[in-house]
């Protein structure tokens, strides 16, 4: 028997982890039967939200769905994964325990502890590179050191050889249902006192209650492998042969909207980056315009950024509470928690702002570029600690990935590893006007502006009070002065590199 430890990888196909538990991996490989279980580690859950912890509960059941029509189920346990796993393999009989690896701070020091504990009671355990297509300590510049500029990075990431898709595994590989069945009483006769299971068993899945959260007011989204194979087969139909064209415009359905499903493991990176090779082969055919590989390439890029701030966090674990380029002086940041609050709320008055923050409110989720015109003016208009947007985001959003949120923010706000500079300042309302012309982004989320001209909706800042009240009465003028706090900003950063502000 073989215990099969699920964390961030909600997948039976494309999963190197399972596939080497279960013998599907390479020919001739070890493995099987396996029993696949998912622990609900309280460090982890003391650093989720309402909406992960919904998305999350969503990609179990199905993954246990996919494991019942193999004629398995999956093996759940809530407790501290040190004391469940080493007791669950002896419970089981279990001979190793396998995972795949994750990259961040805690959940490296969650593993160091598992590995610990399995060789105390001497059951053996094995890791394998599964969640990225190159390991974060794989490409190296040619000294030797971590890249911290994506483009060199990417021209190594593009040239190295990307592994296939894991085989899915058989029913034979896996423990059938009555087995595991039987497990669901080992769970019951584990010794609870030192709080190593509190709740467990075959197919069990607790509410958010359970587990002390909320159900969340956003829609959370689809989950699981099909739903993502659904979804990347429709970008990949129509959408991707005009990417890097329309992916800006948040009205389109321009963009992959595989960020979640990325995030939770619920398809696999090789099986995605395949498919998007399988889009070239076409995009290089003579029924695309000649420009369609290029817009492939730019999608293959983002699944590239996503490595790129994986192997930067792998590196620097102190990005997730630090910035990642020192300031000489220090940025004194204005942090006004009422002007802080108002963009939580979308209530700043920059209408593709507002827009924005609402729909990570209704939907868990925002537009790539709208992540990018949020952050900006969290930063350089409010002059706001990145911390604040990050925070908020982590909380919100039902994507939240540790590496790419915090790179993110940190390019927004000028400290990060290749970071935009910090004299480029996204001015809100030039960005809704190019970006979202006709305002019915805008107008989605912010229903008091329904009904107005796309042009008088991104001269708002313009508008005098009277002209505000009479268009949208119940929609706030702005709380700040765009091209006052753009200078405020420049010199703030000035300050904080040591230089003179009025230079």
């Known amino acids: 028997m073989e215990l099969f430890w699920h964390r ?67 093996l759940v346990a809530r407790g501290d994964p040190e004391a469940v796993l080493p007791r669950l393999a002896a419970a089981l009989d279990a001979d190793r325990v396998v995972w795949n690896r994750d990259y961040s701070g805690l959940a490296r020091e969650r593993d160091a502890g598992v590995r610990r504990a399995l060789d105390a009671v001497d059951v053996e355990r094995e890791a394998h590179h599964d969640a990225v297509l190159h390991d974060p300590d ?22 190295r050889t990307k592994d296939d898709p894991a085989p899915a595994p058989t029913a034979h590989g896996l423990a059938d249902a009555d087995r595991l069945a039987d497990a669901a009483s080992a769970l019951d006769a584990l010794d609870m006192a ?33 739903a993502a194979r659904d979804r990347l087969d429709d970008f990949l139909d129509e959408a991707v042969f005009a990417y890097e064209a329309e992916r800006d415009y948040p009205a389109r359905e321009a963009t992959s909207r595989l960020s979640a499903f990325l995030k939770y493991g619920e398809i696999g990176v090789r099986e995605a980056y395949a498919a998007t090779e399988e889009a070239m ?29 994986a192997q930067v966090l792998f590196h620097n674990p102190e990005v997730v509470t630090e910035n990642y380029k020192a300031y000489e002086e220090g940025i004194a940041w204005r942090d006004d928690p ?38 900006s003016f969290l930063t350089k208009d409010l002059l706001a600690d990145w911390r604040h947007g990050y925070d908020h985001f982590r909380d919100k959003l039902a994507d939240h990935d540790t590496a790419n949120d915090n790179g993110g923010w940190q390019w927004a706000a000028s400290t990060g590893t290749d970071a935009q500079p910090y004299f480029r300042i996204f001015n809100p309302m030039t960005q809704g006007e190019r ?66 502000p009025d230079e």
């Not at 076409?282 to 029924?287: G, V």
């Open 8 to 74: 961030r990888d909600l997948r039976v196909a494309d999963n190197v982890g399972l596939a080497a538990a279960t013998g599907t991996g390479e020919e001739g490989a070890d493995g099987g039967p396996a029993a696949p279980v998912f622990v609900f580690d309280p460090d982890v859950l003391d650093h989720a939200s309402d909406v992960r912890v919904r998305r999350l509960l969503d990609g179990l059941a199905a993954l246990r769905d996919d494991y019942r029509e193999r004629g398995s189920d999956l």
């Open 138 to 159: 794989a490409i190296r510049t040619n000294a030797g050191d971590p890249y911290s500029v994506y483009s060199y990075y990417w021209k190594k990431w593009t040239d």
């Open 194 to 226: 030192d709080g190593a299971v509190t709740d467990g068993g075959v197919g069990w899945l607790p509410s958010p209650a359970d587990l002390g959260f909320a159900e969340p007011d956003a829609e959370v989204g689809p989950a699981g492998t099909a």
């Open 281 to 309: 082969a076409e995009a290089e055919s003579d029924a695309r315009p000649d420009d369609a590989p290029e817009q492939v390439e730019e999608f293959q890029q983002q699944l590239a950024w996503r490595e790129f701030y």
């Open 338 to 375: 009422d002007e802080i609050a108002a963009w939580k709320r979308g209530e700043t008055g920059y209408p593709i702002v507002d827009a924005g923050m609402r729909q990570l409110r209704e939907e868990a989720f925002m537009h790539n570029r709208v992540r990018m015109i949020v952050a």
């Open 435 to 500: 970006y979202d012309p006709e305002a019915e982004y805008i107008t989605e989320y912010v229903p008091e502006l329904r009904g107005l001209d796309a042009d008088l909706i991104h001269e708002w800042h313009e508008l005098s009070p009277t002209q505000r009240a009479n268009a949208a009465p119940d929609y706030p003028a702005p709380i700040v002065d765009h091209s006052e706090r753009r200078e405020e900003a420049l010199a703030m950063y000035k300050r904080a590199r040591g230089e003179d």
